[in-house]
């Protein structure tokens, strides 16, 4: 597979729901495996103790090799740069179960050279082990200030990158920001988001470099309506996703973070539509009526990413086009 064709197929994942799951839980890697989230992602950073970092990593291997995430991406989190455990974590994870892995989530970013690094590392380890070289994708998380301020560069730095992910809460604490619940607006901002200006700038960077945006947990995991309330501030921005603690809020991540049924069999037809009147057999039209809408170019596009989301989520048309007789 080229590059290229990495990219796409990586474009295409649905991380709608983004499960969070303790790699020092083998119970609960052992319950992901049932649940309806579109991306798994096993922990050995801010879940897991130091002393039990060696075990986790150790779980997580035998979890990724005895297989059960294969309708899931597999993702696992290691430490960040600045800690003794990272290059321990990438190793010991790749090389025992590189081949049943999707992406290795860095978090804490702050620099693109930390992307670069992590890049050069799996790179080793592939060549190393008989690995397809390029094929485990990166995953960085912004969680303060510089991370938010280099984050372009961020989203540059390897073509491994997939997401870029908020992770609200050390980001909260990197600002001095008033508040201890994480997700909610501080007491005070009672006008707007206190969150729109992160949330635009890693949405930017995202989109301009072809990447998904996920945001990140809400920690009052049996608030499934706060749950909703929140993620459908990102999900009207345009993000991909949303981080789930707790089984709980996985339906609720797929629920928001999916077209509605009507808006994903209406994007189809446009498309269908604007295929057929852009054809010969439909006359060659630029901008032609759908029922009472004109449909034309900029219509096409704003279809394409409610289809892509609703076809990468496994969504079904219930809605034919239906070319006019001549």
């Given at each position: 597979m080229t590059?290229s064709?990495?990219?796409?197929?990586?474009?295409?994942r649905?991380?709608?729901?983004n499960?969070?799951v303790?790699?020092?839980s083998?119970?609960?890697?052992?319950?992901?495996?049932?649940?309806?989230a579109?991306q798994v992602?096993?922990?050995?950073?801010?879940?897991?103790?130091?002393?039990?970092?060696?075990d986790?990593?150790?779980?997580i291997?035998?979890?990724?090799?005895?297989?059960?995430?294969?309708?899931?991406?597999?993702?696992?989190?290691?430490?960040?740069?600045?800690?003794?455990?990272?290059y321990?974590?990438?190793?010991?994870?790749?090389e025992?179960?590189?081949?049943?892995?999707?992406?290795?989530?860095?978090?804490?970013?702050?620099?693109?050279?930390?992307?670069?690094a992590?890049?050069l590392?799996?790179?080793?380890?592939?060549?190393?082990?008989?690995?397809?070289v390029?094929?485990?994708?990166?995953e960085?998380?912004?969680?303060?200030?510089l991370?938010?301020i280099?984050?372009d560069?961020?989203?540059?730095a390897?073509?491994r990158?997939?997401?870029?992910?908020?992770?609200?809460?050390?980001?909260m604490?990197?600002?001095?920001?008033?508040?201890?619940?994480?997700?909610?607006?501080?007491?005070?901002?009672?006008?707007?988001?206190?969150?729109?200006?992160?949330?635009?700038?890693?949405?930017m960077?995202?989109?301009?470099?072809?990447?998904?945006?996920?945001?990140?947990?809400?920690?009052?995991?049996?608030d499934?309506?706060?749950?909703?309330?929140?993620?459908?501030r990102?999900?009207a921005?345009?993000?991909?996703?949303?981080?789930?603690?707790?089984?709980?809020q996985?339906e609720?991540a797929?629920?928001?973070?999916?077209?509605?049924?009507?808006?994903?069999d209406?994007?189809?037809?446009?498309?269908d539509?604007?295929d057929?009147?852009?054809?010969?057999?439909?006359?060659?039209?630029?901008?032609?009526?759908?029922?009472?809408?004109?449909?034309d170019e900029?219509?096409r596009k704003?279809?394409?990413?409610i289809?892509?989301?609703?076809?990468?989520?496994?969504?079904?048309?219930?809605?034919a086009?239906?070319?006019?007789?001549?």
């Amino acid at each position: 597979m080229t590059t290229s064709d990495q990219a796409t197929t990586r474009s295409l994942r649905s991380r709608r729901s983004n499960l969070a799951v303790p790699g020092s839980s083998p119970k609960m890697l052992e319950k992901a495996k049932g649940l309806p989230a579109d991306q798994v992602f096993m922990d050995i950073e801010d879940a897991v103790a130091p002393l039990a970092k060696p075990d986790a990593r150790k779980n997580i291997v035998a979890a990724l090799n005895e297989g059960g995430y294969e309708d899931k991406v597999r993702v696992v989190r290691v430490n960040d740069w600045t800690t003794q455990w990272t290059y321990a974590d990438v190793v010991e994870v790749v090389e025992g179960a590189g081949q049943n892995l999707d992406c290795i989530m860095l978090p804490k970013v702050q620099t693109p050279e930390q992307v670069v690094a992590l890049d050069l590392l799996l790179t080793q380890i592939e060549k190393a082990n008989g690995l397809e070289v390029g094929r485990i994708g990166i995953e960085a998380q912004i969680e303060n200030a510089l991370g938010l301020i280099n984050v372009d560069g961020i989203a540059t730095a390897s073509p491994r990158v997939e997401t870029i992910i908020f992770g609200p809460a050390d980001f909260m604490a990197s600002i001095n920001m008033k508040s201890l619940v994480v997700g909610e607006q501080p007491p005070g901002y009672d006008v707007g988001d206190a969150y729109h200006h992160i949330l635009m700038s890693i949405l930017m960077a995202a989109r301009a470099h072809d990447k998904q945006a996920i945001d990140g947990p809400y920690l009052q995991i049996k608030d499934v309506e706060g749950y909703k309330r929140v993620a459908g501030r990102s999900a009207a921005l345009g993000f991909d996703g949303k981080w789930v603690l707790h089984p709980g809020q996985v339906e609720a991540a797929n629920e928001v973070y999916s077209p509605r049924q009507e808006d994903y069999d209406h994007a189809e037809l446009i498309l269908d539509a604007y295929d057929y009147y852009t054809s010969a057999a439909g006359g060659a039209l630029g901008a032609v009526m759908l029922g009472d809408e004109m449909i034309d170019e900029a219509s096409r596009k704003m279809a394409l990413v409610i289809s892509a989301k609703g076809r990468a989520a496994g969504m079904q048309r219930t809605k034919a086009f239906t070319p006019p007789e001549s």
